[in-house]
T-cell receptor, first 111, second 114 residues
Framework: DAKTTQPTSMDCAEGRAANLPCNHSTISGNEYVYWYRQIHSQGPQYIIHGLKNNETNEMASLIITEDRKSSTLILPHATLRDTAVYYC????????????FGAGTRLTVKP | DVKVTQSSRYLVKRTGEKVFLECVQDMDHENMFWYRQDPGLGLRLIYFSYDVKMKEKGDIPEGYSVSREKKERFSLILESASTNQTSMYLCATTTSGVPYNEQFFGPGTRLTVL
C-alpha cells in the first residue's frame, strides 16, 4: 500500500515558486521523507530528503510539518526544465526493500 | 558522478521469448534494484540485491528472475515473456553505510512484448 498521497497534477508559471504537497499521515518515527523527480524518458533523480527539520539544497527546499504527517517540496524559481513527475516517498534508511514510489505529481511549468 | 547504464533503451520481443535486461554501475555500490514502471502505478520493486550472488524478492517477482555474478552488474531475466510484461524497466543502485542512501537510477528500458 502506498504510504504517501500526492495530487495527480499541478501547474506552475515559469519563474514562480512551485509548492508540491505530500501527505504521509502514517509515517513512523524512524522514517525519512525523500523526494525524487522523473523528467520524461529519463530515470528518477534524487532531489532532497529530511527527517523532521526543514532542509534546503541547490535544487529545492523541503518543509516538514511539526507532526511530520505532511511535507511540501518547494522549487523556488521554477523553470521549464522542472516539468516532471515528482515523487514523495517515506522510508527507513538502510531498509533496501522499502523503496515504494506512488504515482507522483505531474508538475507542468508554463511560460 | 554515479553512472548507471542499461543495455537497451527500447526493446521489442515476442511472447514466449527469453529476455535479458542488463544493468551496469560504475560506483562500486553494494545494492542494486530492478523496478517496473506502469502508468498510474508508479514504480514497483521486482527484485533487489545487496551483494554479489545475493537476491531478494520485491513486491512483484512473479515471472522474473535475476542474476548478480559481479558487483557492478545486475541482470533481470524474463524466462518467457508475456504481453503483460510490456513496461518501462528501471535499474537503480545505492551504497550501504550512509544515513540516507539515495538511489541512482539508469535511463530505463522500454520493453514491448508482442
Amino acid at each position: 500500500d502506498a504510504k504517501t498521497t500526492q495530487p495527480t497534477s499541478m501547474d506552475c508559471a515559469e519563474g514562480r515558486a512551485a509548492n508540491l504537497p505530500c501527505n504521509h499521515s502514517t509515517i513512523s518515527g524512524n522514517e525519512y521523507v525523500y523526494w525524487y523527480r522523473q523528467i520524461h524518458s529519463q530515470g528518477p533523480q534524487y532531489i532532497i530528503h529530511g527527517l523532521k527539520n526543514n532542509e534546503t539544497n541547490e535544487m529545492a527546499s523541503l518543509i516538514i510539518t511539526e507532526d511530520r504527517k505532511s511535507s511540501t517540496l518547494i522549487l523556488p524559481h521554477a523553470t521549464l526544465r522542472d516539468t516532471a513527475v515528482y515523487y514523495c516517498i517515506v522510508r527507513v534508511p538502510y531498509n533496501n526493500n522499502d523503496m515504494r514510489f506512488g504515482a507522483g505529481t505531474r508538475l507542468t511549468v508554463k511560460p | 558522478d554515479v553512472k548507471v547504464t542499461q543495455s537497451s533503451r527500447y526493446l521489442v520481443k515476442r511472447t514466449g521469448e527469453k529476455v535479458f535486461l542488463e544493468c551496469v554501475q560504475d560506483m562500486d555500490h553494494e545494492n542494486m534494484f530492478w523496478y517496473r514502471q506502469d502508468p498510474g502505478l508508479g514504480l514497483r520493486l521486482i527484485y533487489f540485491s545487496y551483494d554479489v550472488k545475493m537476491k531478494e524478492k520485491g513486491d512483484i517477482p512473479e515471472g522474473y528472475s535475476v542474476s548478480r555474478e559481479k558487483k557492478e552488474r545486475f541482470s533481470l531475466i524474463l524466462e518467457s515473456a508475456s504481453t503483460n510484461q510490456t513496461s518501462m524497466y528501471l535499474c537503480a543502485t545505492t551504497t550501504s553505510g550512509v544515513p540516507y542512501n539515495e538511489q541512482f537510477f539508469g535511463p530505463g528500458t522500454r520493453l514491448t512484448v508482442l
